[in-house]
T-cell receptor
Framework: AQKVTQAQTEISVVEKEDVTLDCVYE???????LFWYKQPPSGELVFLIRRNSFDEQNEISGRYSWNFQKSTSSFNFTITASQVVDSAVYFCALSEAFYNQGGKLIFGQGTELSVKP | GAVVSQHPSRVICKSGTSVKIECRSLDFQATTMFWYRQFPKQSLMLMATSNEGSKATYEQGVEKDKFLINHASLTLSTLTVTSAHPEDSSFYIC???????????????FGEGSRLTVL
C-alpha cells in the first residue's frame, strides 16, 4: 500500500531562518511520482514540484530546494531564508505512474509552517 | 490563469438538500478527473475517480449514492452531495490531468476548491 508521512504537524520559525519539511513515503511500485504542494489559507493548492522515481537529482528553485533520496524513501523540502509569505500548509504527495491514473494522489498529513516576522 | 475551474467556490445549504459542484477543464480535454475531500486541519483524501462516459470509481468508504459523480463531457465533471448533512461540510477539490500522450507524463491541475457548509 502507498503511504506518505509528514511527521512534522506544525513548524514555527522566525523570518530569514532556513526550514526543512520532511516527507517519507512508502510504495511497492518502482515507477512513481512525488509532489509538493503549498496550500495558503485561501485553500487552493499551489503546485511546487513533481519528481519521478528515476530522477534523484536534487532541485533548487530560488529559495526552495528539494532532496530526493530513494535509499531512505524521503523527499524533503527546504526553504532558505524564510519569509512571512511562506506561511501555509505544505503537502507532500505520491502517485503511481500509470497511464491516466497519474492524478490519483496520496497526500501526507501536511505540515503547517508559520513564519513570524 | 486557472486551467481547472470549480464552481461554486462556497456554498451554504440546509440539511437535507442536495448540492452540485462543477469541475471544468478550461483549455484541455480530461478523460479522467479526481475528487478529493478535505476536512478542517486535515489532509486531502481521494474520494473518487471520475471517468468520462463511464461510472466513477469510488474509494473505499465513500458512499456512491451519497456522492454522485457525473463526467458527461471531456471538460466537465460534477459532484452532487445528496441529502447533505452537517457532517458533509468540507472542502471539496477536483483535479484533472492534461495528458501528453503515451505513458503518463501529463500535467496535473487542481481546481480552486469548493467549501460546503451544511446547516
Amino acid at each position: 500500500a502507498q503511504k506518505v508521512t509528514q511527521a512534522q504537524t506544525e513548524i514555527s520559525v522566525v523570518e530569514k531562518e532556513d526550514v526543512t519539511l520532511d516527507c517519507v513515503y512508502e510504495t511497492r511500485d518502482t515507477t512513481y511520482y512525488l509532489f509538493w504542494y503549498k496550500q495558503p489559507p485561501s485553500g487552493e493548492l499551489v503546485f511546487l514540484i513533481r519528481r519521478n522515481s528515476f530522477d534523484e537529482q536534487n532541485e533548487i528553485s530560488g529559495r526552495y530546494s528539494w532532496n530526493f533520496q530513494k535509499s531512505t524513501s524521503s523527499f524533503n523540502f527546504t526553504i532558505t531564508a524564510s519569509q512571512v509569505v511562506d506561511s501555509a500548509v505544505y503537502f507532500c504527495a505520491l502517485s503511481e505512474a500509470f497511464y491516466n491514473q497519474g492524478g490519483k494522489l496520496i497526500f501526507g498529513q501536511g505540515t503547517e509552517l508559520s513564519v513570524k516576522p | 490563469g486557472a486551467v481547472v475551474s470549480q464552481h461554486p467556490s462556497r456554498v451554504i445549504c440546509k440539511s437535507g438538500t442536495s448540492v452540485k459542484i462543477e469541475c471544468r477543464s478550461l483549455d484541455f480535454q480530461a478523460t479522467t478527473m479526481f475528487w478529493y475531500r478535505q476536512f478542517p486541519k486535515q489532509s486531502l483524501m481521494l474520494m473518487a475517480t471520475s471517468n468520462e462516459g463511464s461510472k466513477a470509481t469510488y474509494e473505499q468508504g465513500v458512499e456512491k449514492d451519497k456522492f454522485l459523480i457525473n463526467h458527461a463531457s471531456l471538460t466537465l465533471s460534477t459532484l452532487t452531495v445528496t441529502s447533505a448533512h452537517p457532517e458533509d461540510s468540507s472542502f471539496y477539490i477536483c483535479s484533472a490531468e492534461r495528458l501528453a500522450g503515451g505513458p503518463w507524463v501529463g500535467e496535473l491541475f487542481f481546481g480552486e476548491g469548493s467549501r460546503l457548509t451544511v446547516l
